[in-house]
Protein backbone atom coordinates (compact mmCIF):
# COMPACT_ATOMS: atom_id res chain seq x y z
CA UNK A 1 0.00 0.00 0.00
CA UNK A 2 2.63 2.11 1.22
CA UNK A 3 4.60 1.70 -2.85
CA UNK A 4 1.52 2.39 -4.12
CA UNK A 5 0.92 6.38 -2.38
CA UNK A 6 4.57 6.91 -2.84
CA UNK A 7 3.90 5.86 -6.81
CA UNK A 8 0.80 7.37 -6.82
CA UNK A 9 2.69 10.82 -5.37
CA UNK A 10 5.53 10.81 -7.73
CA UNK A 11 3.51 10.30 -10.79
CA UNK A 12 1.65 13.07 -9.49
CA UNK A 13 4.76 15.40 -8.87
CA UNK A 14 5.97 14.36 -12.54
CA UNK A 15 2.92 15.46 -14.30
CA UNK A 16 1.95 18.80 -12.38
CA UNK A 17 0.53 20.77 -15.25
CA UNK A 18 -2.61 17.48 -15.94
CA UNK A 19 -4.08 18.79 -11.97
CA UNK A 20 -6.99 21.18 -12.06
CA UNK A 21 -6.69 24.13 -10.35
CA UNK A 22 -9.41 26.36 -9.28
CA UNK A 23 -9.54 29.59 -6.33
CA UNK A 24 -11.28 29.34 -3.80
CA UNK A 25 -13.61 32.57 -4.69
CA UNK A 26 -14.62 30.44 -8.01
CA UNK A 27 -15.17 27.22 -5.48
CA UNK A 28 -17.44 30.01 -3.01
CA UNK A 29 -18.76 32.13 -5.51
CA UNK A 30 -22.40 30.88 -5.38
CA UNK A 31 -23.10 30.54 -1.89
CA UNK A 32 -23.93 33.59 -0.67
CA UNK A 33 -27.61 32.81 -2.50
CA UNK A 34 -27.78 29.64 -0.63
CA UNK A 35 -27.11 30.75 2.43
CA UNK A 36 -29.79 33.77 1.70
CA UNK A 37 -32.43 31.08 1.46
CA UNK A 38 -31.03 28.11 4.19
CA UNK A 39 -30.75 30.54 7.40
CA UNK A 40 -34.32 31.90 7.56
CA UNK A 41 -35.34 28.24 7.14
CA UNK A 42 -32.92 26.90 9.39
CA UNK A 43 -33.84 29.79 12.06
CA UNK A 44 -37.75 28.36 11.82
CA UNK A 45 -36.88 24.83 12.10
CA UNK A 46 -35.18 26.09 15.35
CA UNK A 47 -37.99 27.62 16.83
CA UNK A 48 -40.39 24.86 15.85
CA UNK A 49 -38.02 21.98 17.67
CA UNK A 50 -38.13 24.76 20.58
CA UNK A 51 -41.87 25.12 21.06
CA UNK A 52 -42.13 20.72 20.09
CA UNK A 53 -39.86 20.62 23.15
CA UNK A 54 -41.67 22.55 25.41
CA UNK A 55 -44.96 21.00 24.75
CA UNK A 56 -43.35 18.12 25.32
CA UNK A 57 -41.79 18.74 29.00
CA UNK A 58 -45.72 20.55 29.20
CA UNK A 59 -46.83 17.05 28.66
CA UNK A 60 -44.39 15.14 31.21
CA UNK A 61 -45.95 17.02 33.55
CA UNK A 62 -49.19 16.97 33.16
CA UNK A 63 -48.59 13.29 32.84
CA UNK A 64 -46.82 12.38 36.33
CA UNK A 65 -49.45 14.76 37.40
CA UNK A 66 -52.24 12.42 36.24
CA UNK A 67 -50.05 9.61 37.63
CA UNK A 68 -49.79 10.72 40.93
CA UNK A 69 -53.27 11.29 41.25
CA UNK A 70 -53.98 7.84 40.02
CA UNK A 71 -51.43 6.54 42.96
CA UNK A 72 -53.32 8.40 45.28
CA UNK A 73 -56.74 7.35 44.34
CA UNK A 74 -55.67 2.81 44.72
CA UNK A 75 -53.77 4.25 47.91
CA UNK A 76 -57.01 5.65 49.62
CA UNK A 77 -58.80 2.43 47.84
CA UNK A 78 -57.13 0.27 49.66
CA UNK A 79 -56.77 2.12 52.66
CA UNK A 80 -60.77 2.15 52.95
CA UNK A 81 -61.21 -1.40 51.78
Given amino acids: MVLLMAGYVWWGWRNREMRWTFGIGDLCSG ?3 LLKLAVPSCL ?3 LDLLSMV ?3 QLANQELSIMIDLINIVET ?3 VIE
Fill in 31 to 33: IGP
Fill in 76 to 78: NDV
Fill in 44 to 46: LIR
Fill in 54 to 56: ENL
